[in-house]
């Protein structure tokens, strides 16, 4: 068995490979001028069960993964799982509008051609899974996440709306300590109401948890209410930290004390690994 890090997540890659006690294949990446990818593995799978661990995040790394996928298919593996810690192109999963496409049911058909199983971690929506074609499972970096912030003496744990508050309630559990959501009205695409509750936080340290934050516009105007109500330390956390456009200078101008990610996307916020939750997904005794 051999696992193949793609370069969008050489840290998880190398982290399983570690707590598995199986080899990182050896392979070799590179650009043409043209700016098309080159993959080979150097090390003989022929006969093997590989794991590939990749990102699909940014686009490009789409196509990694892809090429991936097909030298291992075309270098005799036995076997080929796909472990995708941020699946991108999840959010649309759905066609909002005529003349779209389903982005993430395009995704999981492409991911599936060379691939007898994908797991995935905190996928968006948990529905996505169905669109696979093929054996298709996620877990998630809650307790990993939940079990730093309550070295953080949080007081209480909140959704920035009503859609993570399972994932607020299950931190919450962990941390043993109080759990609740704001409330959110959603205008277009990128302007976020927040309206706030009459929340008991004055004094507290709060930990804001939600799967992906991406502009952090929805954060930001969370993090600038609860300490309008008193909130001492207020913490945001996410899985997928994509951090887009001015998301830190919002999180930080509107009074965040502190960030926290996960490594599924690679930043200075990566403060949590998400090994333990995909380990236990995987079902591989460690030699």
């Known amino acids: 068995m051999y696992i193949i890090g793609g370069s969008a997540s050489s840290s998880v890659s190398k982290d399983l490979s570690k707590q598995l006690h199986i080899p990182l294949a050896e392979i070799v990446s590179k650009r043409f001028p043209d700016g098309e990818l080159y993959v080979r593995i150097l090390d003989d799978i022929s006969g093997e069960d590989v794991i590939i661990v990749q990102t699909t995040y940014p686009d490009p790394n789409i196509i990694e993964l892809l090429l991936l996928q097909e030298a291992s298919r075309e270098s005799g593996a036995k076997s080929i799982t796909a472990v ?17 496409p389903i982005s993430a049911k395009l995704m999981a058909q492409l991911v599936s051609k060379s691939t007898k199983k994908v797991l995935t971690v905190d996928p968006h929506k948990e529905h996505i899974l169905d669109f696979f074609p093929i054996q298709a499972q996620s877990c998630t970096a809650v307790p990993e996440l939940a079990t730093f912030l309550k070295g953080k003496k949080v007081d209480m744990v909140l959704a920035p709306d009503k859609g993570a508050l399972v994932r607020a309630k299950q931190t919450s559990q962990i941390i043993d300590c109080d ?8 205008i ?3 302007t976020v109401e927040i ?7 004055k004094g507290n340290n709060v930990a804001i948890i939600d799967d992906i934050i991406s502009t952090g516009n929805t954060m930001a105007k969370s993090i600038f209410e609860l300490k309008k109500q008193g909130a001492n330390k207020v913490f945001v956390s996410c899985t997928h930290g994509l951090f887009a456009a001015d998301a830190i200078k919002n999180l930080n101008q509107a009074g965040c004390d502190e960030i926290i990610s996960t490594d599924t996307i690679i930043s200075e916020f ?8 995909i380990t236990k997904k995987l079902k591989i005794k460690s030699k």
């Not at 995708?84 to 779209?100: I, L, M, S, T």
């Not at 759990?179 to 959603?186: A, C, G, I, L, P």
């Not at 990566?270 to 939750?277: F, G, L, R």
Request: proline share 7%; hydrophobic share 25%; glycine share 6%.
């Open 270 to 277: 990566s403060k949590v690994k998400v090994t333990p939750c």
């Open 188 to 190: 277009d695409g990128s």
């Open 195 to 201: 309206k706030p509750k009459n929340l008991e936080v």
């Open 84 to 100: 995708v810690p941020y699946f991108g192109y999840a959010r649309q999963d759905k066609k909002f509008e005529n003349g779209e």
């Open 179 to 186: 759990f609740d959501f704001m409330d959110k009205t959603r």
